[in-house]
């Protein structure tokens, strides 16, 4: 049973580009989360899909957009990226099963803006 | 909105003695209350979950956790440390009733030692 998968692992991109991280989720999850992970911080909520629609979205810029596609599977992306961008952007994916939801996390994406 | 505190930013304890983490939380609503486990350059792993029922919850490498409501607190204890279990661990809560965003606290680095 394939757990959550990300791509890439690492990006390196500079201020101002734009960035596109993707996600697969867990066989027989329906639902995708993005968070971001500061160095020494608890993760941070950015938003979620399903059904391939935004359905939660935490205190994040418009820069900050996302996509899920039919088969469950999803995409980040950035625009303008700022120093501050740089973090550990990990993906979680669950079910929608009564209102049971348990969130499971991939690796990761370390993303450094230099 | 909820909050998570995470009083103890780090906890150094011997192999083989005994261990708790605590965890306290704030939400106007009824929550779902989560421990995870991130080791260095990983992702987030699920220990343990409190969805309703018993108050004392089990979860993976022999820990547990006390939900106690009066005192809004979600202690994470270990009878035993390993080596092994050195890593950070968040605490996490989400609203109950779907829209399972997961709120985090800042995280406490337990380092077990020889």
């Known amino acids: 049973d394939a757990g959550v998968t990300q791509s890439p692992t690492h990006l390196i991109k500079t201020r101002g580009q734009q960035v596109t991280l993707r996600c697969s989720p867990k066989s027989g999850h329906d639902t995708v989360s993005w968070y971001q992970q500061a160095l020494g911080q608890g993760p941070q909520f950015i938003f979620q899909?399903?059904?391939?629609?935004?359905?939660q979205r935490g205190n994040f810029p418009d820069r900050f957009s996302g996509h899920q596609y039919p088969n469950y599977s999803s995409e980040l992306n950035v625009n303008a990226l700022l120093l501050g961008d740089s973090a550990l952007y990990l993906c979680a994916s669950s079910l929608v099963q009564g209102a049971q939801e348990t969130q499971y996390f991939g690796p990761g994406t370390r993303l450094l803006v230099l | 909105a909820q909050s998570v505190t995470q009083l103890d930013s780090q906890v150094p304890v011997f192999e083989e003695a005994p261990v708790e983490l605590r965890c306290n939380y704030s939400s106007s609503v009824s929550v779902y209350l989560f421990w995870y486990v991130q080791y260095p350059n990983q992702g987030l792993q699920l220990l343990l979950k409190y969805l309703s029922g018993s108050t004392l919850v089990k979860g993976i490498n022999g820990f547990e956790a006390e939900f106690n409501k009066s005192q809004t607190s979600f202690h994470l204890r270990k009878p035993s440390v390993h080596i092994s279990d050195t890593a950070e661990y968040f605490c996490?809560?989400?609203?109950?009733?779907?829209?399972?965003?997961?709120?985090f606290g800042t995280g406490t680095q337990l380092k077990v030692e020889l």
């Open positions: 899909y399903y059904e391939e629609e935004e359905r």
């Open positions: 996490a809560v989400s609203e109950t009733g779907g829209g399972n965003k997961l709120t």
